[in-house]
């Protein structure tokens, strides 16, 4: 996500030509822009980083629903 938030500040100062980024490339804005694409689309899944997060959310799930059921037996 911070990749995306990155390319979005850097097309929004370069379009609107702020200090020293009226001077950068839009070619390394659309190589960040191939470079997130890839990551996303490719290499996180690859790596298991989209599965390793939805498996700490329900693990999170699991512990709530768990610590609940122990404290109404109380």
Do not use: T
């Not at 980083?49 to 122990?70: G, I, M, P, T, W």
């Amino acid at each position: 996500m911070p990749l995306i938030l990155l390319i979005l500040a850097l097309c929004g100062l370069r379009y609107f030509e702020v200090w020293r980024f009226a001077a950068v490339s839009w070619w390394w804005i659309v190589g960040l822009m191939v470079f997130a694409f890839v990551w996303f689309e490719f290499l996180e899944p690859m790596l298991g980083l989209d599965k390793r997060k939805a498996h700490n959310v329900d693990e999170k799930r699991r512990q709530q629903r768990v610590k609940d059921s122990f404290d109404k037996r109380k």
